[in-house]
């Protein structure tokens, strides 16, 4: 059974950083694009970041020069580093992949930055 796990979210400061992970498991040939997406109280998901198999990033206008998204082919894993980050930055970040051409979701984790 293939899924992807996130972990690493919680509560932080304005101003603070943290990293997000995720990574897939259970037997498939390829991983393609990975990316965040996050989704705030009342508001419709957004994209965060997207990183291709071939490292080709695209970031929010947002995020964009706060966020950095990567990922470890070998340990099949995605990262997002999120430094500066702002009280709207609050949101259940979800990690998406497509696995063999399918499209998998994240169950979640709670990024709250407030003082």
């Known amino acids: 059974q293939v899924q992807v796990v996130e972990s690493g979210g919680g509560l932080v400061q304005p101003g603070g950083s943290l990293r997000l992970s995720c990574s897939a498991s259970?037997?498939?040939?390829?991983?393609?694009?990975m990316g965040w997406y996050r989704q705030a109280p009342g508001k419709q998901r957004e994209l965060v970041a997207v990183i291709s198999a071939a490292g080709t990033t695209n970031y929010a206008e947002s995020v964009k020069d706060r966020f950095t998204i990567s990922r470890d082919s070998a340990k099949k894993t995605v990262y997002l580093q999120m430094n500066s980050l702002k009280p709207e930055d609050t949101a259940v970040y979800l990690c998406?992949?497509?696995?063999?051409?399918?499209?998998?979701w994240g169950q979640g984790t709670q990024v709250t930055v407030s003082s």
């Open positions: 259970g037997v498939f040939f390829s991983i393609g694009t």
């Open positions: 998406n992949a497509i696995i063999d051409r399918r499209t998998y």
